[in-house]
């Protein structure tokens, strides 16, 4: 079992910035391909960021040069930094660590963007 705790989340204006963490338990972290999604209600979870076990990423097409996904293998750690924050990225946001299955989820992160 594998438990994800995200934090970073919270209120900033347009503009502005954030860096989201999520802390993974376990030894499969670093064998294991790390996503950001977020979710808006009423609206499908939405894949924001990819960081593979190589460090390779992929972002969908809404952050792309606003948001930088990374990963820490010796503290079991990925980051999105988001920069440029615009009211359309208000959500709450959720990392996940890839398997074969459905993968596992953390409880999510809120980042609300308004002036």
């Known amino acids: 079992q594998v438990h994800l705790v995200e934090s970073g989340g919270g209120l900033v204006q347009p503009g502005g910035s954030l860096r989201l963490s999520c802390v993974a338990s376990?030894?499969?972290?670093?064998?294991?391909?790390m996503d950001w999604y977020r979710q808006v209600p009423g609206k499908q979870r939405e894949l924001v960021a990819t960081?593979?076990?190589?460090?390779?990423?992929k972002y969908s097409d809404s952050v792309v040069g606003r948001f930088t996904i990374s990963r820490d293998n010796n503290k079991n750690t990925v980051f999105l930094q988001m920069n440029n924050l615009k009211p359309e990225d208000t959500a709450v946001y959720y990392c996940?660590?890839?398997?074969?299955?459905?993968?596992?989820w953390g409880q999510g992160t809120q980042v609300t963007v308004s002036s």
């Open positions: 996940h660590l890839a398997t074969r299955g459905p993968g596992f």
């Open positions: 376990g030894s499969i972290f670093r064998y294991s391909d």
């Open positions: 960081v593979r076990t190589a460090g390779s990423t």
